[in-house]
């Protein structure tokens, strides 16, 4: 059984001009399906390292991680082979976004109320609902 491991981030950024959420989402062009930034972990990097770069050679975002949401979802991507995907809950003030040449089709700030609907897989809805969790609690102590 081969085994990968990816990592990836749920990217949000607050809109300035109208002070809603919004979520990072990529399209890819094989299948069309949306998701979040996430790619293989390479020799030598932490979990941190590899979310970091993946999100920035995806889409061009710099990001902070500084949450202590850690998500892991496991599934099968073909037959013999086992996947790993460890998510990070991020943050980023930046506005402009580019998708990597090739691979992504689109990269879109899409507002948090539309995020669940517009996901194709239930593993990465299970990641959204639990950041959405996490974010909500971490707003509600930032208020006090």
């Known amino acids: 059984m081969l085994r990968e491991k990816s990592c990836g981030a749920l990217v949000v950024r607050r809109d300035e001009e109208d002070g809603k959420q919004y979520l990072l989402m990529i399209r890819h062009k ?7 930034p996430k790619g293989h972990m390479e020799a030598g ?3 941190y390292m590899t979310a970091v770069r993946e999100v920035f050679e995806e889409t061009a975002v710099q990001i902070r991680i500084d949450s202590k949401f850690r998500e892991t979802v496991h599934y099968s991507p073909m037959p ?3 996947k790993e995907v460890v998510y990070f809950l991020t943050h ?3 506005k402009d976004i580019r998708p990597r040449e090739g691979e992504i089709a689109q ?3 899409v507002p948090l109320e ?5 996901l ?7 990641v959204f ?13 930032a208020e006090k």
């Open 92 to 94: 980023t003030t930046q």
């Open 129 to 141: 609902r639990s950041a959405m969790k996490k974010l909500n609690l971490e707003e509600s102590v």
């Open 30 to 36: 094989a299948g069309g399906h949306r998701s979040f």
């Open 45 to 47: 990097e932490t979990e």
């Open 114 to 118: 539309q995020v669940e609907a517009s």
């Open 107 to 109: 990269v879109e700030w």
């Open 80 to 82: 013999g082979v086992t």
């Open 120 to 126: 194709t897989h239930e593993n990465d809805k299970l």
